[in-house]
């Protein structure tokens, strides 16, 4: 983009700045709705991994991430397709569950290795929560 932000956003934001009580109730609030949503995912990825889903989850540590195992590569969907690496799983969730999620091989690890990365940082508690029955859904479907 390149561009500057306009003079009175950056004459706004300043002021903004300034008031340290505004500026940390909406951190607090931030915060919170974050770590929300970060447990919602968390605790979903363990109720399906207690159903018997080949999932797992490594406890929020903080930011906007949360580590998700999706072990079904080598699993068939209902037309016939093999998941033959992370990618596929990951394409297979977006179209069916409306999930994407980025595949630990996008940092350099191997294809075959069923771990992801989750964000929830553009995402609502309610969308986290209207996710999950898809992902189960999903995954029930391979076989």
Do not use: H
């Amino acid at each position: 983009m390149g561009a500057w932000a306009p003079k009175a956003e950056q004459v706004a934001m300043s002021n903004y700045f300034n008031d340290k009580s505004q500026v940390d109730t909406f951190l607090t609030s931030f915060k919170a709705k974050i770590q929300d949503s970060l447990n919602a995912l968390y605790n979903g990825f363990n109720e399906l991994k207690a159903e018997g889903f080949n999932v797992d989850a490594v406890e929020p540590m903080g930011a906007i991430y949360l580590t998700i195992k999706i072990d079904y590569i080598g699993k068939t969907t209902e037309d016939g397709q093999v998941l033959k690496d992370s990618a596929d799983v990951n394409f297979y969730l977006i179209k069916e569950a409306g999930a994407a999620l980025v595949p630990f091989s996008a940092f350099g690890n191997e294809d075959s290795m069923p771990w992801f990365r989750a964000s929830v940082g553009a995402c609502t508690l309610q969308d986290i929560k209207d996710m999950l029955p898809r992902i189960k859904k999903a995954l029930s479907k391979l076989k």
